[in-house]
């Protein structure tokens, strides 16, 4: 099971739990701004502008950590499933393959029918996976070689 999925979940369900607890505060602010605490004296009384930006601020959070724990549970913890980018990244590789291991964003992006920034965060990918090595040439172009492919055409 690959570790980065993993944390991902494990980040989920931080998330999660974080959500749940800032909307009971958040609850609990809303509740003391209606019921005005008349009960209480004036010198123990909260004021209503501390309460209501506390509340603004659980709402928020509450609303951002949902949205984190939506996103990192939403994608299956099976490393064996397809994963959108397989077809793209075959691609890349068979591109990669025929041009003697050393690619460049365009290239990708024009014979792949990729947009370019699709492109680029595919080959970066790929260099993360450690599947290629990013370069800078002599006149600044960003170069992705791929070492696999060198070696083949060295032998």
């Known amino acids: ?15 999660l739990l974080f959500c749940l ?5 958040m609850i609990a602010c809303a509740s003391d701004l209606m019921t005005g605490q008349a ?7 909260t ?3 501390v309460l209501f930006g ?4 659980f709402t928020l959070t509450t609303l951002l950590s949902a949205h984190r724990a939506w996103r990192d ?7 064996s499933a397809p994963h959108p980018n ?10 990669a393959q025929s041009e003697r291991g050393c690619l460049t964003i365009s290239e990708v992006a024009m014979t792949c029918k990729l947009p370019v920034d699709r492109s680029q965060i595919l080959l ?7 599947i290629a090595v990013m370069e800078v040439s002599d006149n600044g172009a960003m170069l992705y070689r791929f070492p696999d492919f060198t070696r083949k055409q060295l032998h």
């Not at 506390?54 to 601020?57: E, P, R, T």
């Not at 970066?124 to 450690?130: F, I, N, Q, R, Y």
């Open 86 to 95: 397989d077809a793209d990244i075959q691609s890349i590789l068979q591109l």
């Open 21 to 25: 607890l800032s909307l009971f505060l």
């Open 73 to 79: 549970l939403g994608s299956p913890i099976n490393p």
């Open 47 to 49: 004021d209503v502008g």
């Open 54 to 57: 506390m509340l603004v601020i």
């Open 1 to 15: 099971m690959d570790l980065a999925l993993v944390f991902r979940k494990l980040r989920g369900y931080i998330s």
């Open 39 to 45: 009960s209480t004296p004036p010198a123990e009384r």
């Open 124 to 130: 970066t990918e790929l260099v993360d996976k450690g």
